[in-house]
């Protein structure tokens, strides 16, 4: 069974802070890593697709990297706005054998609220 | 503009009763999803299709029955077998498999009573 684990669960910072959450996840078989950002009233957004170990993405001053030997990922937020409050999913997949991997599984989420 | 559309936005029904919630997309995606979230809880797979005529079942899929007769369309049948109906359904699309992102609806919320 697939677990997909992200802490905090919640988290509050001031206008300019930078933050980071995680994400982890089995490292055996692993096949891609996904991160959303789920404002409310609005649809999840994917922000990265991350499937190499080593992989770092970048948008904006938001980043990720990923870490598939020990099984985990981390999404940066650079000088965080107001706007940036939302919360960030972080879905999995594994590999099954000579199949493409199998659908997602995503962990419960971080909530970040950001004050001016 | 492309995207995904679900309908209704809010839908009541009362216990006993089966009820469908449509999902459409124009992204020419291949593979659609289905997906719901409770309080507290990450979104968790329902069902999901990667082809037309084809479709697998997710972690919940008990209780539900979804059809894939068009590339645009998926939608979910909510049964009166499923014992905790009541919850905000998500419909998503990708180009295939788990490698790429996945579009998301505007979300369906069911209530019954």
Same mark, same amino acid.
Request: without cysteine; hydrophobic residues 10%.
């Given at each position: 069974i697939l677990n997909v684990e992200q802490s905090p669960q919640s988290l509050h910072v001031q206008e300019g802070d930078s933050t980071n959450f995680t994400c982890s996840f089995p490292s055996s078989n692993f096949y891609a890593l996904h991160w959303y950002r789920w404002e409310t009233a609005k649809s999840p957004e994917a922000l990265f697709v991350m499937t190499l170990n080593g992989d770092e993405k970048k948008k904006g001053r938001i980043s990720a990297t990923l870490n598939t030997k020990e099984g985990y990922s981390y999404l940066y937020i650079k000088?965080?706005?107001?706007?940036?409050s939302a919360t960030y999913l972080c879905a999995a997949s594994i590999h099954l054998s000579n199949q493409a991997g199998t659908a997602l599984i995503f962990g419960k989420g971080t909530t970040l609220s950001v004050s001016s | 503009d492309g995207g995904i559309t679900q309908s209704p936005k809010y839908l009541f029904r009362k216990e006993g009763q089966n009820v469908t919630l449509s999902c459409e997309q %124009?992204? %020419?995606?291949?593979a659609m999803y289905w997906y719901r979230q409770d309080p507290g809880q990450g979104l968790r797979l329902i069902y999901y299709s990667q082809i037309v005529n084809d479709f697998q079942k997710g972690d919940i899929a008990e209780g539900y029955s979804v059809s894939r007769?068009? #590339?645009?369309s998926f939608p979910l049948t909510v049964t009166?077998?499923? #014992? %905790?109906?009541t919850a905000f359904y998500l419909c998503a699309s990708s180009k295939?498999?788990?490698a790429y992102e996945q579009y998301f609806g505007p979300g369906t919320r069911l209530t019954v009573t």
């Open positions: 000088g965080s706005q107001p706007e940036d | %124009n992204l %020419n995606h291949d007769e068009k #590339k645009e009166s077998a499923q #014992k %905790n109906p295939g498999g788990s």
